[in-house]
């Protein structure tokens, strides 16, 4: 994945084929619909490989994915990945020949390689089975997400990004 610098960098993580997997992707797919000024909006499957090379020299990341908490299913959080320990638990595999979000965090801080500011938004899952389609509350979800992360991206840039006129389709 060959990513532009931008001054901010967004980061929909997950899998389009395991239920509320693909909140991140969704997420991703709204905000690029709004053609935000100044902002690269990209997708990934999630492996730690991937988050790194995307993260990898940009000053200002969002990484939105799933999450297994044990919140209610929707809630949506947002953690610094530069401050004190993250409690997310992506819903990637759990497959030993595979590593996520978490353990992409946890060597990005051993190694000192993360982006100078990376936010995470996770939205908690209710069902990562096999198929598509979003639960209810997941589904419901997605536009705030989005709203969410276009104010802290507005503010980051110092303007209205609502303000920039959209082409016409």
């Given at each position: 994945?060959?990513?532009?610098?931008?001054?901010?960098?967004?980061?929909?993580?997950?899998?389009?084929?395991?239920?509320?997997?693909?909140?991140?992707?969704?997420?991703?797919?709204?905000?690029?619909?709004?053609?935000?000024?100044?902002?690269?909006?990209?997708?990934?499957?999630?492996?730690?490989?991937?988050?790194?090379?995307?993260?990898?020299?940009?000053?200002?990341?969002?990484?939105?994915?799933?999450?297994?908490?044990?919140?209610?299913?929707?809630?949506?959080?947002?953690?610094?990945?530069?401050?004190?320990?993250?409690?997310?638990?992506?819903?990637?595999?759990?497959?030993?020949?595979?590593?996520?979000?978490?353990?992409?965090?946890?060597?990005?801080?051993?190694?000192?390689?993360?982006?100078?500011?990376?936010?995470?938004?996770?939205?908690?899952?209710?069902?990562?089975?096999?198929?598509?389609?979003?639960?209810?509350?997941?589904?419901?979800a997605i536009p705030e997400a989005a709203r969410r992360i276009a104010e802290d991206i507005q503010a980051w840039l110092g303007r209205e990004v609502s303000e920039?006129?959209?082409?016409?389709?």
């Open positions: 994945m060959v990513l532009s610098r931008q001054p901010v960098r967004v980061l929909g993580v997950g899998n389009a084929w395991r239920g509320d997997d693909a909140a991140g992707l969704m997420v991703a797919r709204h905000l690029r619909k709004d053609n935000l000024p100044q902002v690269e909006v990209a997708e990934s499957l999630g492996t730690g490989r991937a988050l790194a090379d995307a993260w990898q020299d940009a000053d200002r990341v969002i990484v939105v994915d799933a999450m297994a908490s044990g919140a209610p299913p929707g809630t949506i959080s947002r953690f610094d990945a530069n401050g004190p320990a993250v409690p997310f638990q992506g819903s990637r595999s759990s497959s030993t020949h595979c590593w996520g979000l978490a353990e992409a965090l946890a060597l990005g801080k051993v190694f000192q390689n993360l982006p100078p500011v990376l936010i995470i938004y996770g939205i908690e899952g209710e069902n990562f089975s096999l198929g598509d389609g979003l639960s209810p509350a997941v589904a419901a920039v006129k959209k082409p016409e389709r």
